[in-house]
């Protein structure tokens, strides 16, 4: 059974600083993970989608790479802002079914 | 731009009673899932939905929760007799063809007195 473990569970930093959000699955046999942000008491906003046999994607300030044989995803943030606080998720789709397998998110705070 | 969306936001209701969650999905899209999320814990999978029949199913959907699509645009979650532990953040989610980027609607929160 699948499962997805993020760590760190809550981070907290400055404004400005680049940071590294980690995604670690058991089963490498992944058809494509996504990762998600989520707001307090919100629905879930679609970042990125890297497909297996990607390395990496990006978009804007963000970028997702993922290691398939050792089963790793990492979310990079550039310059962060205040207005990214937020819980961000990843979660993968195995290659069989089309159900996505969440992990726990990491709560991040960016402080002014 | 086109989303997934979902009513109620909010419902309360009492142990027993039978509920419907509403969502509709982007209009093009084919595939169409419900989640959950109980306070503090991880995002679940329910069931998807494909071609008027699930195609998947977790260990919770079990009898007491069914889906229809009803009409061409909407797409329903019923729990026959809620319990406490129902009391969640549902999620419905759409997407163009399986194993492609899922759009998640904002939420429905049930809770279950």
């Known amino acids: 059974k699948q499962e997805v473990t993020q760590i760190p569970a809550a981070l907290s930093v400055p404004e400005g600083e680049n940071l590294v959000l980690n995604c670690s699955f058991t089963?490498?046999?992944?058809?494509?993970l996504q990762w998600f942000r989520q707001d307090p008491g919100k629905g879930l906003t679609s970042l990125l989608l890297?497909?297996?046999?990607?390395r990496e994607q990006t978009s804007g300030r963000l970028n997702a790479s993922l290691d398939k044989s050792s089963g790793r995803s990492t979310l990079y943030i550039a310059a962060s802002q205040p207005g990214d606080s937020a819980t961000y998720l990843c979660?993968?789709?195995?290659?069989?079914?089309?159900?996505?397998?969440f992990g726990g998110g990491t709560r991040l705070m960016v402080k002014p | 731009e086109p989303e997934v969306t979902q009513t109620p936001s909010h419902q309360v209701t009492q142990m027993g009673q039978e509920v419907i969650l509403r969502c509709v999905p982007i209009?093009?899209?084919?595939?169409f899932y419900w989640y959950r999320q109980i306070l503090g814990q991880k995002v679940e999978f329910l069931v998807s939905?494909?071609?008027?029949?699930?195609?998947?199913k977790s260990e919770i959907f079990d009898d007491q929760f069914s889906v229809e699509r009803p009409d061409g645009s909407n797409f329903t979650l019923k729990i026959r007799s809620t319990k406490l532990e129902d009391s969640a953040m549902y999620f419905c989610?759409?997407?163009?063809?399986?194993?492609?980027?899922?759009?998640f609607g904002p939420g429905t929160r049930l809770t279950v007195t």
């Open positions: 089963d490498s046999a992944i058809y494509n």
């Open positions: 939905f494909y071609n008027n029949e699930i195609s998947e």
């Open positions: 979660a993968v789709i195995g290659n069989a079914g089309n159900m996505l397998t």
């Open positions: 989610a759409s997407n163009l063809a399986g194993g492609l980027e899922q759009y």
């Open positions: 890297i497909q297996s046999s990607q």
């Open positions: 209009s093009n899209h084919l595939y």
